[in-house]
């Protein structure tokens, strides 16, 4: 029998194993997050590709956009309201094979600010769509607080990561003394404004936004989250009415002093619900405009502490880089963080007449 003792790893040789181990797992974590990021954002790209083909099919059969929302009657208030009507995304739902859920829509009630309605449409309205939702931003968490004391209250939010723009102008209300929103949707207001047809496209399909990519609200007012957040003009400071401000060179100085205004104002419980529910037809709901480059180091801002208050509701993402638009011809193009605001505006805008060139952005 042999009495050689068996020899085995000595303490120094397990530690060098284990420091090589670990340094290979730090070299190829980075690159495993960076694949999966990749994929996130192509299937991010693939959500907005859906949205703008069933706007283009919209499009092609109607010879016009969706209503952003309509003025629908209440009858639990026993009139007409304009804060309680459909969001575009819901008008776009039998575009993207989703024709059971938009069958189970009841556009003769409210979706919003009607105790019957609210209720009533509660099977969408409440409904998680995967793709209104970007896979690198995290699904809120939240209870729908905020909207009514309907069933929203408690309800887990949907989440909307995709907005339908307003275009390149602060107002929403075709009553506005600068006039209707110069993108591919209107906010009615207070009044039923007509959709956008394809005439009014002037500078072209495919140099016009119809859907940003903003993140979600995170529900949580104590955190400060740049810049999803929503903060409210300090009082005193410019009204919708004396801005006039469709976005232009001309009127950066005037919008600068307005934002500045909004800096110094307040936070409040709409603050971090940007995004909250897809189906509701609300300015910070499911729509936006063009007016800052995308993550911009500010936060939105907005001119009442409303729901339908005009504002500026603009473009952000989990994307390193930039974020993703959908064009009005249903291409998505991935818009840089470095780009030109006057370049945003263009885009933003639907027959301002700007010469955009390809390699601008």
């Given at each position: 029998m042999s009495n050689r003792a068996q020899r085995g790893f000595t303490l120094i040789e397990l530690l060098v194993v284990i420091a090589i181990i670990a340094v290979l797992i730090a070299l190829l974590l980075p690159a495993v997050q960076a694949a999966r990021e990749a994929a996130r954002r192509a299937q991010c790209v693939n959500n907005l590709k859906q949205i703008g083909l069933a706007l283009h099919n919209y499009i092609s059969s109607n010879d016009c956009a969706p209503p952003a929302d309509q003025r629908i009657y209440s009858p639990s208030q026993s009139k007409i309201i304009s804060n309680g009507d459909f969001s575009v995304h819901v008008r776009l739902l039998p575009f993207m094979e989703q024709s059971p859920m938009y069958n189970s829509v009841n556009f003769f009630l409210p979706v919003l600010n009607d105790a019957l309605g609210e209720y009533v449409n509660s099977t969408v309205s409440l409904s998680r769509v995967n793709g209104f939702l970007c896979p690198s931003?995290?699904?809120?968490?939240?209870?729908?607080?905020?909207?009514a004391a309907g069933p929203y209250t408690s309800a887990?939010?949907?989440g909307n990561c995709y907005f339908a723009s307003l275009g390149s102008t602060l107002e929403y209300d075709a009553t506005n003394t600068g006039g209707a929103p110069n993108g591919m949707f209107f906010f009615s207001g207070t009044i039923n404004a007509p959709p956008v047809r394809l005439a009014a496209v002037v500078d072209g399909l495919s140099n016009t936004i119809a859907f940003g990519e903003w993140k979600p609200g995170s529900g949580n007012l104590a955190t400060i989250s740049?810049?999803?957040?929503?903060?409210?003009?300090?009082a005193g400071s410019l009204t919708p009415n004396s801005t006039d401000m469709v976005m232009s060179p001309n009127n950066l100085v005037k919008f600068q002093t307005w934002q500045a205004s909004c800096l110094a104002g307040t936070r409040a419980p709409r603050t971090p619900t940007l995004g909250q529910f897809w189906a509701v037809g609300l300015p910070m709901l499911t729509m936006g405009n063009i007016i800052l480059g995308p993550n911009p180091k500010s936060p939105n801002c907005a001119f009442t502490n409303s729901y339908n208050s005009a504002g500026a509701y603009g473009l952000s993402s989990y994307h390193s880089g930039g974020c993703n638009v959908a064009m009005g011809d249903g291409s998505v193009?991935?818009?840089?963080?470095s780009v030109a605001l006057p370049t945003v505006w263009a885009l933003g805008s639907r027959?301002?007449?700007?010469v955009i060139s390809a390699d601008s952005y």
């Open positions: 931003a995290p699904w809120p968490a939240y209870l729908g607080t905020g909207l887990t939010a949907t740049f810049p999803q957040d929503i903060q409210f003009a300090a193009r991935f818009l840089k963080d027959a301002q007449g700007e």
